[in-house]
């Protein structure tokens, strides 16, 4: 089993900056791939940044690129989203994710490992 722990969300004014980490521990895989998503009340899980199966590229939703960057530290098994520029309609429950297969880096489905998500406020 892989455990996926998420921290670091919080309460911020619109404008601010949050930065949350993902702590992955467990069962390892040669290969694999980590991603970021969030829930809104009321709304669908939705895509936010992920790394390509290769990890040598990163994919964001357009409603969030240019403010949020998705990093990593593979040493500490750590994976990162650094959120700038916050808007109110960012405000949701942020959860890492882990696949194990490449391919579906937008699609929620191809997900097979979730932390249990973090909560981002943003207010106006």
């Known amino acids: 089993q892989v455990q996926l722990v998420e921290s670091g969300g919080g309460l911020v004014q619109a404008g601010g900056s949050l930065r949350l980490s993902c702590a992955a521990s467990g069962r390892t895989f040669s290969n694999y791939a980590m991603g970021w998503f969030r829930q809104a009340p009321g709304k669908e899980r939705e895509f936010v940044a992920a790394?390509?199966?290769?990890?040598?590229?990163?994919y964001y939703a357009d409603s969030v690129k240019g403010r949020f960057t998705i990093s990593r530290d593979n040493a500490k098994n750590m994976v990162y989203l650094q959120m700038n520029s916050l808007k109110p309609e960012d405000t949701a429950v942020y959860y890492c994710?882990?696949?194990?297969?490449?391919?579906?880096?937008?699609?929620?489905?191809?997900?097979?490992?979730w932390g249990q998500g973090t909560q981002v406020t943003v207010s106006s």
């Open positions: 790394f390509s199966w290769t990890g040598d590229s990163t």
């Open positions: 994710a882990l696949r194990r297969y490449a391919g579906g880096a937008y699609s929620a489905s191809h997900y097979d490992y």
